[in-house]
């Protein structure tokens, strides 16, 4: 039985609780933890007895990661099933079978519509904190889970200082349990934890997916992800401009900066205080050439159809105008140069943010993290910030340059 060698965070919280929150660092057993805690569920004593639930809800983010992690992953409910008990996976309703009748469903959180028509008595949500569609999902989810008599749901999630997460712990009726990936370190590839550790030990990235905390925002941050969930969107409108941003590295091969290749989109229409930016894409490329981010870039500027490509100047001077040309020879383009540090060059963007003027259409995990290690006493995680870089000369490009051309003739000259 599983519960004999369990590890203290994958047992299942005694009381009376609606929503047990299981959070842990990569690798710390959570998709274990939900796999079996299914099982316990609908299993009875022997293979063809009913257990105390039967309509089970198992949601990933899409169908594809849903299927692949929580099915059919190493530690999913076939693997962790026994012969006798395993259930049948029927591929075109998307369902499991137990032999004893009890049924689950695979669904995704991106599709949150089809949870208007079932009901269930229990869910497992698997890495909710990165679903981009989380609050539609969970709102959805409440009005099925309307069988039995203790409708439950398990959360196995990576930390993330999502809004919704934060909500859900704060709730009364939640219990939650955490675990650091060293946990079940001696279930995990030797090097696996070592390696990582060592790469990302001690920094804001490590606390988190490593450490298995849910990090508060930081109070001199520049954005937090609350403020930029609360504006994002799934498509765009209809956009007067669109630019693809390029900040390059000073150097390349293995130990070279990434380069940041960011694409946005304005609506500058009626009124300054009126217009509006749009993330569209963070196409950053890392270990790469000049010519393979310069491709990436023009292949950017053709898939949008942007009107131009901007990019700083500072470390490759007309060389990256070079490079970019060879790719297409009559590309518009723009040089624009960082003379100011980058707290100052970012700080109108984010106050763009305060004011409710920009969208991300979409999620782009690794570029938010970034953004909210940016601090007023500067870049507070590893490396360089070079999506942040490529977003706030994007935006500048799009909106806060633009602006001042309307108020300032001499800038007006320039732009």
Same mark, same amino acid.
């Given at each position: ?19 047990? @929150?299981?959070?842990?660092?990569? *690798? ?46 190493? #530690?999913?409910?076939?693997?962790? #099933? ?9 591929? #075109? ?18 599709? #949150? ?184 870039? @023009? ?62 259409? *979409? ?24 999506? @942040? ?27």
């Amino acid at each position: 039985m599983f519960e004999f060698w369990a590890l203290p965070h994958q047992v299942e919280p005694q009381g009376d609780w609606y929503t047990w @929150v299981m959070i842990g660092g990569r *690798g710390a057993g959570k998709t274990r933890t939900g796999a079996e805690w299914i099982r316990a569920l609908v299993e009875g004593k022997t293979p063809t007895e009913a257990g105390q639930y039967r309509h089970v809800a198992l949601i990933g983010e899409t169908i594809d990661q849903a299927r692949e992690v929580m099915v059919f992953g190493e #530690s999913g409910i076939l693997a962790c #099933s026994p012969p006798d008990r395993r259930p049948e996976w029927n591929g #075109s309703r998307k369902t499991l079978t137990w032999p004893n009748g009890a049924m689950a469903w695979v669904m995704s959180a991106t599709n #949150s519509e089809a949870l208007r028509g079932p009901q269930f008595d229990a869910a497992w949500l698997d890495e909710l904190a990165k679903w981009k569609n989380a609050r539609e999902a969970w709102d959805m989810l409440q009005f099925t889970l309307r069988l039995g008599e203790d409708p439950r749901i398990l959360v196995t999630t990576s930390p993330r200082n999502q809004s919704l997460l934060r909500e859900i712990l704060e709730d009364d009726r939640t219990i939650a349990s955490h675990a650091p990936t060293s946990a079940n370190q001696v279930n995990l590839a030797p090097r696996f934890y070592e390696q990582l550790n060592a790469q990302y030990g001690g920094t804001r990235l490590g606390r988190q997916e490593l450490d298995g905390e849910l990090l508060a925002a930081n109070a001199d941050a520049l954005w937090n992800l609350r403020q930029i969930d609360s504006m994002r969107l799934e498509h765009a409108p209809d956009l007067d401009r669109v630019v693809v941003a390029v900040d390059p590295p000073a150097s390349s091969g293995e130990n070279a900066d990434a380069c940041g290749i960011v694409v946005a989109g304005a609506c500058t229409k009626g009124p300054v205080q009126d217009w509006r930016g749009y993330i569209l894409a963070d196409l950053t490329i890392e270990n790469a050439t000049p010519n393979q981010w310069a491709e990436v870039a @023009v292949a950017a500027y053709e898939e949008y159809r942007a009107d131009r490509i901007v990019a700083e100047v500072n470390q490759g001077g007309e060389m990256v105008e070079s490079v970019l040309r060879q790719q297409s020879a009559l590309i518009p383009y723009r040089a624009v140069h960082a003379t100011r540090g980058k707290t100052q060059r970012a700080a109108p963007i984010s106050a763009l943010y305060e004011q409710g003027r920009i969208h991300h259409v *979409g999620a782009f995990r690794t570029l938010e993290d970034q953004m909210v290690e940016m601090t007023f006493g500067g870049f507070t995680g590893k490396g360089s910030p070079d999506r @942040v870089d490529a977003l706030v000369w994007a935006l500048t490009d799009l909106l806060v340059t633009p602006a001042s051309a309307q108020r300032n003739p001499r800038v007006r000259k320039l732009y």
